[in-house]
């Protein structure tokens, strides 16, 4: 949520955020957020520490896997760094249609002024909490709700959950490789992939493919882009995914439109590869973004 957040705010000026940490969260991080204007009410300090480490190997510019560091770092036959001694890996829920990751934010956690907001972006969460969430969010009146899937449950066992997770979905925004895994065994496809998705009533499908770009699929209007990414100068792809979809859920709301959104998305992600840390993107120069999107929607091919 903070990256998704940190996208939005470069095209709009109120962010709230929903989140559940540890009492070992920075609680520095948390006064920045209110500094800059972002409603935090939505973030619940349970009474506990939470490991929030997470470790990811890169395999280029902005594509990235989860990994068990163990394994990787004696692949490499290199030494274990201390920072990682203890951590746990996540592993896949198996039980992720019937038990919620305790971790997860609750429908007890929303404040009641959230369930009216005009648009809601749900990062990855698990399979139950994800359905809970947008139905509540859709019955509530919140206009577009956007999921960014974990990849805990992009698996082809649970492509017929989908069915019922992405009815009246705004947007479904996984990754190229979450895809596949989620149709594997059944087409090589992406676009077969994206119509299907949004055969579930999910009206646009938009696939991140890192450095490459985005391909964007409408239900509605039987259209298909490809956008290229941006050339940015590259510094630290973590949180471009995350940039991505919070520039995505702005510029949809704004315009309703999914190729506007998906432009406005994929800027947001050049910012973020261009350094580090959540509220880079909140320092970026004015007229900047705009100059960026102006450049790249000359560049969108219609399939």
Not at 15 to 34: C, H, I, K, M, Y
Not at 92 to 115: G, H
Not at 259 to 270: D, E, F, W
Request: aromatic share 10%.
């Amino acid at each position: 949520m903070l990256y998704a957040a940190a996208g939005a705010r470069l095209w709009v000026e109120s962010v709230s955020l929903l989140a559940r940490v540890g009492e070992d969260f920075p609680n520095d991080w948390l006064r920045s957020f209110q500094q800059k204007g972002m409603d935090t009410r939505g973030v619940k300090i349970v009474p506990a520490p939470m490991d929030l480490r997470s470790f990811i190997v890169y395999t280029d510019a902005r594509n990235f896997q989860r990994s068990n560091p163990v394994s990787h770092f004696a692949r490499l036959g290199l030494p274990f760094p201390k920072s990682l001694l203890g951590y746990q890996p996540p592993q896949n829920e198996q039980d992720s249609r019937t038990q919620a990751n305790p971790d997860s934010p609750k429908l007890s956690d929303i404040p009641a002024d959230y369930r009216v907001a005009k648009a809601a972006h749900l990062a990855p969460l698990d399979l139950l909490t994800h359905s809970q969430l947008a139905t509540a969010l859709r019955h509530s009146g919140v206009s577009y709700v956007t999921i960014d899937p974990d990849p805990g449950y992009m698996n082809a066992n649970y492509l017929d959950d989908l069915r019922s997770l992405l009815q009246g979905v705004t947007a479904f925004l996984p990754s190229e490789e979450e895809i596949r895994n989620l149709f594997w065994g059944r087409t090589h496809d992406l676009w077969e992939m994206a119509e299907t998705l949004a055969s579930f009533g999910c009206d646009i499908v938009v696939i991140k493919r890192g450095a490459r770009g985005q391909l964007v699929y409408d239900r509605v209007g039987n259209r298909k882009w490809e956008i290229p990414g941006y050339p940015s100068n590259f510094v630290d792809p973590t949180g471009a995914g995350d940039a991505f979809c919070g520039g995505f859920l702005a510029g949809y709301a704004a315009s309703l439109d999914p190729l506007q959104a998906t432009l406005h998305g994929n800027i947001s992600s050049s910012f973020a590869i261009e350094g580090s840390g959540p509220f880079y993107l909140l320092d970026s120069m004015p007229g900047l973004a705009q100059a960026r999107l102006a450049s790249l929607t000359a560049l969108v091919r219609q399939v």
